[in-house]
């Protein structure tokens, strides 16, 4: 119920002084606004000449109900208020981040506070770090700290907002004490691994995912994303100028994916010097696609001009991807990885050849050095102790 104005006026009965509190109000579920009125009894009296104070009086009324009907919509349910903070921030932030979110609000957040029966205006910092501290604890699916920090964003940015709306008095969430981030070990391949792995892909239907993983450490969204008119045999270069996504209202779907020509961040869009090898292997691909398009019946071109398609010319999912690369590291008698951890691979056999870092987030498509660093700290802990065994022997 959003007020619009609120005015106060001096006003008597017998011989008492009211303040009459004026305001507008659109009642919950009305489509006009209707007007309010308060009598505020005062213990001022007008035969004790009281003008004076009574002045005073009203101001203070005044101040005192616009301070009170500033939050009065605050008295919604913190769960419901949290779709509402959905609702209203899926026009600024992208579809995948959306879906995110809306997955968490609904299935997490929301069913834990609507039990509890908290209302915005209620809602203590102790009501948030006690959720944290359930969800880490609970013996039936306890979460990790890296997975509160993502209920956190979702808290804290919804009740920015409704602290900037001016719907409550401060952010509780700025004062939850949050567990420390585990930092992620990136896992990885060494070079014969790699080797052995790309070789055995060969003939799969994700062997062009695994090649383009492992020679030029892209993301599952970039390779699955990757047009033909991106690839240039002339100048020999390979650029990522999109990536495909598969979020939608129920989650990770091929129903729901599409093509965006944008990338994680300004960084993700670069260019790539391709080798003769992955040359070669590329134009024989494009080569048999065109083939397959002219001449197969029932050849689906909804996905024409992708690189990463089926022979029928349905596209490879993300899905699909994600769920059979591990499997295959399994069915090749090696360490199981994920697809992504193939791009870890892939930079840090860079790291380990001497790519200084500046060059490695150029080619990983990182925002800045500082996540190459983070990611790949370990590596440069490995690199030193080398150079320190080296530096040994030929000191002696």
């Known amino acids: 119920m959003a007020t619009k104005s609120v005015t106060a006026t001096i006003s008597t009965k017998g011989d008492m002084y009211y303040v009459?509190?004026?305001?507008?109000?659109?009642?919950?579920?009305?489509?006009?606004?209707?007007?309010?009125?308060?009598?505020?009894?005062?213990?001022?009296?007008?035969?004790?000449?009281?003008?004076?104070?009574?002045?005073a009086k009203r101001i203070a009324v005044l101040e005192e109900w616009r301070e009170k009907l500033k939050y009065r919509d605050a008295d919604i349910l913190f769960s419901d208020f949290m779709?509402?903070?959905?609702?209203?921030?899926?026009?600024?932030?992208?579809n995948e981040t959306y879906y995110s979110y809306k997955s968490t609000v609904e299935n997490v957040i929301c069913p834990y506070f609507r039990e509890l029966g908290i209302?915005?205006?209620?809602?203590?910092?102790e009501h948030i770090q006690a959720f944290y501290s359930w969800k880490m604890n609970n013996p039936a699916k306890c979460v990790s700290a890296n997975t509160i920090y993502h209920y956190h964003a979702n808290i804290h940015k919804a009740l920015a907002y409704a602290y900037k709306n001016e719907r409550i008095k401060c952010n509780p969430a700025d004062l939850v004490e949050l567990?420390?981030?585990?930092?992620h070990i990136a896992n990885y391949y060494g070079l014969d691994e790699c080797k052995a792995i790309i070789e055995y892909a060969k003939d799969s239907p994700i062997e062009v995912?695994?090649?383009l993983a492992a020679w030029f450490g892209l993301r599952r969204g970039e390779i699955i994303g990757l047009k033909w008119e991106a690839i240039d045999f002339q100048s020999k270069t390979l650029s990522v100028i999109g990536t495909m996504s598969a979020w939608?209202?129920?989650?990770?779907?091929?129903?729901?994916?599409?093509?965006?020509?944008?990338?994680?961040n300004s960084k993700s869009l670069r260019t790539f010097p391709m080798s003769d090898a992955a040359v070669e292997y590329l134009r024989k691909l494009k080569e048999q696609q065109e083939s397959l398009r002219q001449h197969r019946p029932n050849y689906n071109h909804a996905w024409d001009g992708f690189v990463c398609v089926?022979?029928?010319?349905?596209?490879?999912?993300?899905e699909y991807v994600t769920k059979a690369f591990p499997k295959m590291t399994e069915r090749a008698g090696m360490k199981r990885l994920k697809l992504h951890e193939l791009r870890h691979t892939n930079v840090s056999l860079l790291l380990n050849s001497g790519m200084n870092y500046k060059d490695l987030a150029d080619w990983a498509g990182h925002s800045d050095v500082?996540?190459?660093?983070?990611?790949?700290a370990h590596l440069a802990v490995e690199n030193k102790k080398r150079m320190t065994n080296a530096l040994s022997q030929m000191l002696g």
């Open 20 to 55: 009459v509190v004026s305001y507008y109000e659109k009642p919950k579920g009305a489509e006009k606004e209707k007007r309010i009125q308060k009598w505020v009894k005062t213990d001022l009296t007008v035969s004790g000449h009281n003008k004076r104070k009574i002045e």
């Open 83 to 94: 779709l509402d903070w959905l609702k209203a921030t899926r026009i600024t932030i992208s």
């Open 119 to 125: 209302k915005l205006c209620d809602l203590k910092a």
């Open 179 to 183: 567990p420390k981030k585990e930092k």
């Open 209 to 211: 995912v695994v090649y």
């Open 248 to 264: 939608g209202e129920h989650g990770p779907t091929l129903e729901a994916t599409h093509y965006k020509a944008t990338a994680k």
């Open 310 to 318: 089926k022979p029928n010319g349905d596209l490879i999912s993300l």
């Open 370 to 376: 500082g996540t190459t660093m983070n990611i790949y």
